[in-house]
């Protein structure tokens, strides 16, 4: 009996060590050496200051930039708070939401049809990016409000659109973070 509490408090603290320091340290320096981007969390940095992570969306709410998905995520893209809104396609809640949303996004571009993405939250509540066609639908609220011609604003968002991932997954994307940084920088707000 006394051998085996023994055996069993030496194998704990072993394997607490292992598995609860050695490898963890590990993993993380293993990291830092071959994906450090990515390991501190995708940071990016405008003038020498973090700005943002191209993997957590923000919210802009000026005229003058690009819009994001609305997000369920606490006040907006909080990451501790990550989640939809877990609300069925039927609850009066999100209908009315989305309503809301659509009759903004018809006030800004009443001709156009207005992309689900402007409308609809994302599962996570942190997607920093929209698609071509959100991104499309922006540009005549921000070229007006930039002052600056939709041609020239059209090629910022097509620099900023990435492609399908290994060419065939996903969807063609915007990140939205770096074209209003990129737009700050070319030409910026009045």
Excluded at 56 to 69: A, L, N, V, W
Excluded at 95 to 105: F, N
Excluded at 139 to 167: C, I
Aim: a neutral charge; aromatic letters at 6%; glycine letters at 8%.
């Amino acid at each position: 009996m006394k051998n085996n509490l023994r055996i069993a408090i030496l194998f704990t603290l072993i394997t607490t060590v292992l598995f609860g320091f050695i490898y963890p340290l590990a993993v993380t320096g293993l990291a830092q050496l071959v994906f450090p981007s990515q390991a501190n969390g995708s940071l990016i940095v405008n003038e020498g200051r973090i700005v943002g992570s191209s993997l957590i969306g923000q919210p802009f709410s000026s005229p003058g930039y690009f819009h994001t998905r609305p997000s369920n995520a606490g006040t907006g893209y909080d990451a501790a708070q990550s989640s939809g809104s877990n609300l069925a396609p039927t609850n009066h809640l999100l209908l009315e939401r989305v309503k809301g949303d659509a009759e903004k996004m018809r006030a800004e571009n009443p001709s156009a049809p207005i992309p689900v993405d402007l409308v609809t939250a994302s599962g996570s509540g942190l997607d920093p990016e929209i698609s071509p066609a959100a991104a499309e639908f922006q540009v005549a609220r921000v070229a007006r409000e930039r002052r600056m011609p939709e041609a020239d604003l059209r090629g910022l968002v097509q620099k900023h659109t990435l492609g399908r991932q290994f060419g065939f997954l996903g969807e063609p994307r915007v990140r939205v973070l770096e074209l209003n940084l990129d737009l700050d920088a070319v030409h910026p707000p009045h």
